[in-house]
């Protein structure tokens, strides 16, 4: 069955700091990617997506790649804000039909004045 | 906003009565999801919908139940609580026209005591 593995942390920066969270999946098929953020209290909102290999989703400053090779979509943001801090969910989609969302546990990110 | 609504937003309830979680959209899209989100395990399917009266088990769904009677409405009901049942559930649905996107309502908290 389809998987997603991400790290779980938490992962501690200081403001201005680059961001790396890691993601990787395991699908039968030719999964959509995705990114969502949930803020403390909140939702999961939508931050960013791809639907193809080499496709780069990229919103409010955050960019992920869709590799095949690795099977990867690994999120980076060049200098991160305190406001930045929730929790982030890498998730795919085998896309059309029913199939919902299998996500990893999610990274609870902490950015530091 | 992704027209998308939970109620109730909070909820306290005895172990052993039934409780009911409304989820309503406005988009009349055809799939629908119920999942709930608990520490260390991330966001798990608990049932999702494929259309009026057309529901399916998701990878959680003992002690739940779903109904679908309108496009636009998907209840989830917990026949009689437990406090393993104590979590945050998540609606959602996916939108077909935009890449097969899924959106998220903003959670309903429920505590069994």
């Known amino acids: 069955g389809n998987s997603v593995t991400q790290m779980e942390g938490p992962v501690t920066l200081s403001e201005e700091a680059f961001l790396t969270i890691n993601c990787t999946y395991t699908?039968?098929?030719?999964?959509?990617l995705f990114w969502y953020v949930q803020y403390p209290g909140e939702g999961l909102q939508l931050l960013l997506k791809?639907?193809?290999?080499?496709d780069k989703g990229s919103n409010k400053g955050f960019e992920a790649t869709y590799r095949k090779e690795t099977t990867s979509f690994h999120l980076e943001k060049g200098s991160v804000q305190v406001s930045d801090s929730a929790v982030y969910f890498c998730a795919l989609s085998e896309g059309g039909g029913a199939d919902g969302l299998t996500f990893g546990k999610g990274t609870h990110l902490i950015i530091q004045p | 906003d992704a027209g998308i609504t939970q109620s109730p937003r909070h909820k306290v309830t005895e172990t052993g009565t039934p409780v009911t979680l409304r989820c309503h959209q406005t988009?009349?899209?055809?799939?629908m999801y119920w999942y709930r989100q608990d520490p260390g395990h991330g966001l798990r399917l608990i049932h999702y919908s494929y259309g009026v009266k057309d529901t399916d088990k998701g990878e959680v769904s003992d002690g739940y139940s779903v109904s679908r009677s309108k496009t636009e409405d998907f209840l989830l009901t917990l026949e009689s609580a437990t406090s393993s049942q104590t979590s945050v559930y998540f609606c959602a649905m996916k939108d077909s026209y935009s890449g097969n996107t899924i959106y998220f309502g903003e959670g309903s908290w429920l505590t069994v005591v």
């Open positions: 699908a039968t098929g030719y999964p959509s």
């Open positions: 791809a639907t193809k290999a080499d």
């Open positions: 988009e009349n899209h055809r799939y």
